[in-house]
T-cell receptor, first 113, second 110 residues
């Protein structure tokens, strides 16, 4: 069974540019989550999709971040325009239900110069 | 939501049993305790989850006392490949969020 995949693995952009991160969850998982860790901080929740609906986006830092999950399959997280403080590792996770843990992808390392 | 707290680091030797503790003084009634393992350049990997008492799977055991203000992850007979960072995020049943702390960096020596 394929795990959660994320693309790209690394992205280096300049301040003010736009970047789109993609996450492909495990097939059949209705729940999809985005988390991120910025330098020196803990991993923090960004948002939660159930199928194509945003269940909880309370962790999104500001309106420069836009997440979508069209069709309830893969998800994208767009940062526009990127700022220096957006640098970090962005993780996607998926799950079938509450119990049993979350399956995390390898993350996308974003560097904003 | 309050984060969990853990020791920053621990050292062990191959073949030993390792117990990593986690403090979650402000745990809510609907919170579960989960443990994840993370290797460099990878995402966290789920190890075990519990609500109270003891849970055991093929990888580890999880001990949660009656007051649920702490938990202990027990790794039997660790190997070099168990060198990783271990997290004990609170998992809120109400919000379905994982609240991570700083994690414990376990180093296993030969």
């Amino acid at each position: 069974e394929a795990g959660v995949t994320q693309f790209p693995s690394h992205s280096v952009i300049e301040k003010g540019q736009t970047v789109t991160l993609r996450c492909d969850p495990i097939s059949g998982h209705d729940n999809l989550y985005w988390y991120r860790r910025v330098m020196g901080k803990e991993i923090k929740f960004l948002l939660h999709f159930v199928k194509e609906s945003k269940q909880d986006e309370s962790g999104m830092p500001n309106n420069r971040f836009l997440a979508e999950r069209t069709g309830g399959t893969y998800s994208t997280l767009k940062v526009q325009p990127a700022e220096l403080e957006d640098s970090g590792v962005y993780f996607c996770a998926s799950s079938q239900d509450f119990l049993g843990g979350r399956f995390f992808g390898p993350g996308t390392r974003l560097t904003v110069l | 939501l309050a984060k969990t707290t853990q020791p920053i680091s621990m050292d062990s030797y191959e073949g030993q049993e390792v117990n990593i503790t986690c403090s979650h003084n402000n745990i809510a009634t609907n919170d579960y305790i989960t443990w994840y393992q993370q290797f460099p350049s990878q995402g966290p990997r789920f190890i075990i989850q519990g609500y109270k008492t003891k849970v055991t799977n093929e990888v580890a055991s999880l001990f949660i006392p009656a007051d649920r203000k702490s938990s202990t992850l027990s790794l039997p007979r660790v190997s070099l490949s168990d060198t990783a960072v271990y997290y004990c995020p609170r998992h809120s049943y109400n919000t379905d969020k994982l609240i991570f702390g700083t994690g414990t960096r376990l180093q296993v020596f030969p």
